[in-house]
């Protein structure tokens, strides 16, 4: 027998661990030794309040530190000030406070550029899908937004010298858009293994948006536990249009959306991996010139994104993507096309009077 906290384990002829609940911990010792070391070397936790963390979902050093305290304290159970002490330890622990500029510098060395498979889509993002970022995809339905999501879920699993994560994927669906076969499709293109590739893939089905909450949440934990580099929420905002509708409940939308973005956020810094999330348009009717669409979401979707792009259609079937609004990217425009093989890059240039 094993002990993970109050948790009995059993462990398997194959060297996995099962819970009492029946769930396997997939790797094996050194694992079991980091959950247990995780949160009980920290000071102030004790067997009862480790026991608690983990019931809520809270399993390492970095959840700990970039939730925010009040909501540790009210998943927990556990008291603010105590949790309000545990953050303090798991900060000191990680040295996480001030720090310098160069140290900042070092930590986005760290960052990860995911590939799209298309060249020019991804020197228009400065060689990729960067990880520690939140990456948006906006634009009109069959624009190409989760054929890009597909694509991205595949190339995630190559290893870094082929432009992917060397990972596992987490794909929360909110509008039933997810099809198997097209992965297989785009996989088999790329001479991949198709039935490997959908493996690799975790599916995630919310199915209206205090679902999609309740799973983001739990990325906490699923994400380190599974090898977790890349999540994608497509769309993030689809469910929250339709239960929230009219001014009244405007405020409310907004909070709600705007402390599940902040999740994600937090989740790309404390695991080093990029999430994107896809945004419909809406029709904006004080527009007179140019493009009458904006992306939904409002200022709460704007800010709480690293980079915004937006996708339209291009002459040929083919796609431009622009970048609307980035800290680190200027506000270029490429072309690529979906093909059989996912997303490729297009042999037509832009014209002057495109995008
Ligand atoms: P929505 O807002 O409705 O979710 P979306 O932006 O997610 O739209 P997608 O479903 O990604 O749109 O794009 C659909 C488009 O992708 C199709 O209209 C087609 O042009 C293209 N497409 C899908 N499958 C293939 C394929 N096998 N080969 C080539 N193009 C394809
Ligand atoms: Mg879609």
């Avoid at 405007?250 to 896809?278: D, Y």
Wanted: hydrophobic fraction near 35%; charge should be neutral.
């Amino acid at each position: 027998m094993q002990y993970v906290g109050s948790q009995v384990l059993k462990p398997t002829h194959d060297g996995c661990i099962i819970k009492h609940d029946g769930s396997i911990i997939k790797s094996v010792k050194g694992e079991i030794e980091m959950e247990n070391a995780d949160l009980s070397t920290l000071d102030g936790v004790g067997p009862a309040i480790a026991s608690k963390f983990r019931s809520a979902e809270i399993t390492t050093i970095e959840a700990i530190i970039v939730t925010p305290p009040r909501e540790l304290s009210e998943k927990t159970g556990v008291g603010f000030n105590t949790v309000l002490k545990i953050v303090e330890a798991a900060r000191k622990s990680s040295g996480l406070g001030f720090i310098t500029a160069e140290e900042l510098w070092k930590k986005r060395q760290e960052m990860l550029k995911l590939s799209t498979g298309s060249k020019s889509l991804n020197e228009l993002l400065g060689g990729g899908i960067e990880s520690q970022a939140m990456t948006e995809l906006i634009g009109e339905f069959g624009v190409g937004k989760t054929q890009i999501c597909f694509m991205l879920s595949i190339m995630a699993q190559l290893p870094l010298e082929k432009g992917g994560l060397d990972g596992k994927v987490v794909y929360m669906d909110t509008e039933g858009t997810f099809i198997p076969e097209r992965i297989f499709e785009i996989a088999s293109g790329l001479e991949l293994d198709p039935h490997e590739t959908l493996e690799n893939i975790f599916l995630a089905r919310a199915y209206n948006s205090s679902h999609q909450c309740l799973l983001t949440g739990h990325l906490f934990k699923f994400c380190p536990e599974n090898d977790i580099k890349l999540v994608i929420v497509d769309s993030m905002i689809g469910h929250f249009r339709s239960e929230y509708i009219g001014r009244e409940h405007l405020a409310e939308r907004q909070q709600k959306l705007n402390s599940l973005l902040h999740k994600l956020l937090r989740l790309t810094e404390a695991f080093n991996l990029p999430v994107v999330i896809t945004n419909q348009v809406q029709a904006n009717p004080a527009q007179f010139f140019g493009d009458p669409n904006k992306p939904a979401g409002g200022h709460v979707m704007a800010h709480a994104c690293t980079h915004r792009i937006y996708l339209r259609k291009g002459g040929q079937g083919t796609r431009l993507a622009k970048v609307i609004d980035s800290p680190s990217l200027p506000n270029n425009k490429v072309r690529f096309k979906i093909t059989e093989k996912g997303i490729e890059d297009a042999k037509e240039q832009i014209k002057k009077n495109e995008g």
